[in-house]
């Protein structure tokens, strides 16, 4: 609500203009541009898919199973 020159109540005070407030780079942190989704759909091109994400592929692909062992390594 915008203060009125009302001299009681909630709304009491100056008659006032809201100031719009600027988005700060910390909230803009993390946001996907056009550059950067560019460059990692190459990269997923190029190298491919990790090892468990291979492995939780083929569970989804062969089998119901909805879940993915970790894979133990002996050595």
Do not use: C, D
Not at 6 to 31: E, M, Q, Y
């Amino acid at each position: 609500m915008a203060r009125t020159n009302v001299r009681i109540g909630p709304n009491h005070g100056h008659p006032t203009t809201a100031i719009p407030k600027v988005a700060r780079p910390s909230h803009r942190k993390g946001a996907l541009s056009t550059k950067n989704k560019f460059v990692r759909s190459v990269v997923r091109e190029v190298v491919g898919f990790s090892p468990y994400e291979r492995r939780v592929m083929e569970l989804l692909r062969n089998s119901k199973v909805r879940h993915a062992q970790p894979v133990k390594f002996f050595g």
